[in-house]
T-cell receptor, first 112, second 113 residues
Framework: GEQVEQRPPHLSVREGDSAVIICTYT??????FFWYKQEPGAGLQLLMK?????EINEGQGFTVLLNKKDKQLSLNLTAAHPGDSAVYFC???????????FGKGTSLVVHP | GGIITQTPKFLIGQEGQKLTLKCQQN?????MYWYRQDSGKGLRLIYY???????QKGDLSEGYDASREKKSSFSLTVTSAQKNEMAVFLC????????????FGPGTRLTVL
């Protein structure tokens, strides 16, 4: 089946540094992409949903880039702070079924 | 806004026991999901239900049963708990659209002694 490779699995940065998480997908029909954040003891919370026609999306303190040519989706936290410490998941769907494909997650720790 | 409630929050079972996890949502969403989360393995889909009277197997359905009692509730049963099993089970819901984002509950943490 289709796969999403997410890297790195673990990431440790200092407060104020940037943190980049990259997902590489295989399905050429992938059309919708998602970034979720999971804080300790909680479920996943949607950070951003992007469409294949939009390449750059900016949220509060982060930027999502979609490189369709290389089939890569990235999440860039521009100036990380300790509250960003969490596990981040990417997901994608072609829209052909109700089964989005998730990456395996990146555990981010931001040190004060 | 809405909320997804999962009960119990923690579940401790014995090997071979049948265990039931419950999920309720008040988003009025048509579609509901059960995922298993193991450390380092991401999320694996166990069962999903597109509408109230629907039930579909996911990639990890063996060893589990599911039941969509009504639009707002979706239960998962571990048919025979495996010794030393530890995992988090996440329930999610969405509107009835294959492009839709999912809303997740806080999870049920299972430990089998």
């Amino acid at each position: 089946g289709e796969q999403v490779e997410q890297r790195p699995p673990h990431l440790s940065v200092r407060e104020g540094d940037s943190a980049v998480i990259i997902c590489t997908y295989t399905d050429p029909n992938s059309y919708y992409f998602f970034w979720y954040k999971q804080e300790p003891g909680a479920g996943l919370q949607l950070l951003m949903k992007v469409f294949s026609s939009t390449e750059i999306n900016e949220g509060q303190g982060f930027t999502v880039l979609l490189n369709k040519k290389d089939k890569q989706l990235s999440l860039n936290l521009t100036a990380a702070h300790p509250g960003d410490s969490a596990v981040y998941f990417c997901a994608e769907t072609s829209g052909g079924n109700y089964k989005p494909t998730f990456g395996k997650g990146t555990s981010l720790v931001v040190h004060p | 806004g809405g909320i997804i409630t999962q009960t119990p929050k923690f579940l401790i079972g014995q090997e071979g026991q049948k265990l039931t996890l419950k999920c309720q949502q008040n988003f009025n969403h048509d579609t509901m999901y059960w995922y298993r989360q193991d450390s380092g393995k991401g999320l694996r889909l166990i069962y999903y239900s597109i509408t109230e009277n629907d039930l579909q197997k996911g990639d990890l359905s063996e060893g589990y049963d599911a039941s969509r009692e009504k639009k707002s509730s979706f239960s998962l049963t571990v048919t025979s708990a495996q010794k030393n099993e530890m995992a988090v089970f996440l329930c999610a819901s969405s509107i009835r659209d294959t492009y839709a984002e999912q809303f997740f509950g806080p999870g049920t943490r299972l430990t089998v002694l």
